[in-house]
């Protein structure tokens, strides 16, 4: 059977050719269970080409991915991965990209239906708008599986594969917090898109380790009323955070990210300045608004942190123009989604290590750990494990 031989293949796959496309580094272990909070909306942004992946073979098309945009570094990084994991193992899969575009992703899943995949690996642009691309998966008897981003208000996600994504924030403060000295400094918070559920959990954990350190005077907020506002208050509702991330998000667009920036430096005054410390939530707005305060001349050092290990901002760290990232090893990732898809095909039900709430249902989850890096480890943790070559880097 067509189908048998798929599962075998991916059977081999993940007990071999994954370990071995992973360069043979350590997989993350599995993190505790957790229950992370729900997500909002706002109106995606921007398409353009959805181009496809297929590997060459004559299997049927059983499992179907589909990844937020082609736009940034993160996405292509789980592409390849899956590509090195999937295609290399000479069966059929299919990558599309929503290009930012809901409507886009809607339409990505509908062509994988009609082409009979039976598992479906998505990554939200959208976590609300995107129920309804889940809901017609099931209506078609797919088995949807969220990947990294967690698609919200639908019963019709079957398995969840994630970081620990609190950690990633609280890995993020603890920098800027272990970094800073006396009191006052200070502190520039930035956020995700409000449409991205991870954006509230990233806030999430950050503030939580921030705000005893806002309160205790060692940092005072500079560029969210809000944040301000709540400053008192360790635990924020979903509404309160949206509130503060309203007014410092970045959309996850370096553009909209150095505006914002831009303009948070023209409102602040000379000593609202000097030696600064940002919460920036991904590599590439770290980037940009790095770049936007090191051209400030008021500004007389500053510490900004990131996410991803986008290889940008592995040499930005090199060049000590960005402070730390959070690396999350994606072939851990991919390898989750692919272990999860091989149970779902062959009729069983995927080991969940915890469930995250999606605002209607428990959807069983499994998260892998995630790691700091900054100057001293960045040769350990990325190079010596076999993520990147040196040869990708000068300075290093
Ligand atoms: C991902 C991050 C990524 C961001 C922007 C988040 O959902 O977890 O890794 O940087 O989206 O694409």
Redesign the pocket.
């Given at each position: 059977m067509r189908f048998k031989g798929f599962v075998l293949m991916l059977l081999a796959l993940v007990t071999s050719s994954v370990l071995a496309a992973c360069g043979g580094a350590p997989a993350a272990p599995t993190a505790a269970p957790t229950t992370a909070s729900t997500g909002a909306t706002t109106a995606p942004t921007g398409a353009t080409t959805a181009p496809a992946t297929a590997a060459p073979t004559n299997s049927t098309l059983a499992v179907g991915i589909v990844l937020?945009?082609k736009d940034?570094p993160?996405?292509i990084q789980d592409e390849t991965r899956f590509k090195e994991a999937l295609t290399a193992a000479g069966y059929q899969v299919e990558i599309l990209f929503s290009q930012g575009d809901s409507a886009k992703e809607k339409a990505n899943v509908e062509a994988l239906l009609t082409k009979g995949i039976k598992v479906l690996i998505i990554?939200p642009q959208d976590g609300t708008a995107a129920a309804a691309a889940a809901d017609a998966a099931r209506k078609a008897g797919v088995k949807v599986i969220s990947y990294?981003?967690l698609i919200r208000e639908t019963d019709a996600v079957d398995y969840y594969v994630t970081?620990d994504?609190l950690a990633?924030g609280a890995n993020q403060a603890k920098y800027l917090v272990d970094n800073a000295k006396g009191t006052g400094n200070p502190l520039y918070l930035y956020a995700?898109?409000s449409s991205?559920n991870?954006?509230f959990v990233f806030f999430q954990g950050a503030w939580k380790v921030l705000q005893p350190k806002i309160a205790d005077g060692t940092f005072v907020i500079k560029n969210s009323s809000e944040a301000v506002a709540l400053q008192a208050k360790a635990d924020l509702t979903r509404d309160e955070q949206a509130k503060i991330i309203g007014q410092i998000t970045t959309n996850?667009d370096f553009n909209v990210a150095k505006t914002l920036a831009e303009s948070n430096l023209t409102s602040a005054t000379a000593a609202d300045k000097g030696n600064v410390f940002i919460l920036a939530?991904?590599?590439?707005t770290a980037r940009s608004i790095a770049d936007t305060f090191k051209a400030d001349k008021d500004v007389k050092s500053y510490l900004v942190t990131g996410?991803?290990a986008e290889k940008a901002s592995v040499q930005y760290i090199i060049d000590g123009k960005q402070s730390m990232t959070v690396f999350?090893d994606v072939r851990t990732l991919v390898k989750d989604a692919i272990t999860a898809a091989v149970s779902l095909l062959q009729g069983k039900t995927p080991t969940a290590s915890g469930v995250y709430n999606n605002g209607k249902v428990d959807v069983p989850a499994v998260q892998s750990a995630v790691v700091t890096v900054d100057k001293a480890n960045l040769k350990a943790s990325l190079i010596d494990s076999g993520y990147y070559q040196a040869s990708d880097f000068t300075g290093l």
């Open positions: 937020p945009t940034e993160r996405w990554c990294d981003r970081f994504s990633v995700g898109a991205d991870n954006a996850w939530p991904n590599d590439g996410q991803d999350k």
